[in-house]
């Protein structure tokens, strides 16, 4: 009977461990778990510094708080021929949904470089590719890679160099305060619940449509 005594112990031990995992077996994934944790306690912007594309140096932290809106913030590179296009298109159909909306004074779209290669130029060709008002999304690449790496876990981004030049890398859309905090984090298939996130953090627009019924996450 020991043996089985032994194995009830095991059992329970691996449940328990389960359950810390998945965060009360709401979620299923060491991310989704992430997820959660991010959205019950938002999670502050580390110092940074960026490279603007009209050549400013910026602290991300800072200039996120100075903006004054929620800000939808996801990470490419310039030379990304396959994931970072499928998101700058589905970014660029949030700006347009941003603007439909009258949505511009409370929610801007963020993208941010991981790749070192890219400067001031190279995100503003890209900006000029994806059709980007500056108004609403900016661009930006991180200047120190201490710092970047270290942004990067926060957001959850990583980042795998691959053969001729490029990388491999996860996405998502992440939510950004006003007084720049990390609050929600969105799959990208899911564009109409990232503006609906930033909506609710930011406060509603007037007269607006809920949002997340113009945008699908086809």
């Known amino acids: 009977m020991r043996w089985v005594f032994a194995l009830v112990l095991a059992f329970a031990a691996g449940l328990g461990a ?17 997820r959660q944790d991010v959205a019950r306690a938002p999670r502050a912007i580390p110092a940074a510094e960026v490279l603007a594309k009209d050549g400013r140096i910026l602290d991300l932290g800072q200039d996120l708080r100075r903006d004054g809106r929620v800000a939808i913030v996801n990470f490419f590179y310039t030379r ?49 590719r994806m059709g980007a008002d500056p108004g609403i999304w900016q661009f930006m690449t991180f200047v120190r890679p201490a710092q970047r790496d270290a942004a990067l876990a926060l957001f959850g981004i990583t980042v795998v160099p691959a053969p001729l030049g490029e990388f491999e890398h996860n996405a998502a859309f992440h939510i950004v305060t006003p ?24 406060g509603a627009g007037r007269g607006a449509a809920p949002a997340g019924r113009e945008m699908s996450g086809s």
Not at 90 to 95: A, F, K, N, P
Not at 181 to 193: F, M, N, Q, Y
Request: glycine letters at 8%; hydrophobic letters at 45%.
């Open 18 to 34: 389960l359950y810390g995992l998945t965060g009360g077996f709401t979620v299923l994934t060491a991310e989704e778990a992430r």
């Open 80 to 128: 990304c021929l396959s994931l970072c296009l499928a998101q700058g298109s589905v970014t660029e159909r949030l700006q347009q949904a941003i603007e439909a909306r009258g949505l511009q004074d409370r929610i801007r779209l963020v993208s941010i470089s991981f790749d070192v290669r890219d400067r001031a130029a190279d995100l503003d060709r890209y900006a000029v």
């Open 179 to 202: 007084d720049g905090r990390l609050a929600r984090i969105v799959d990208l298939d899911e564009p109409g619940l990232a503006l609906a996130a930033a909506e609710a953090l930011g």
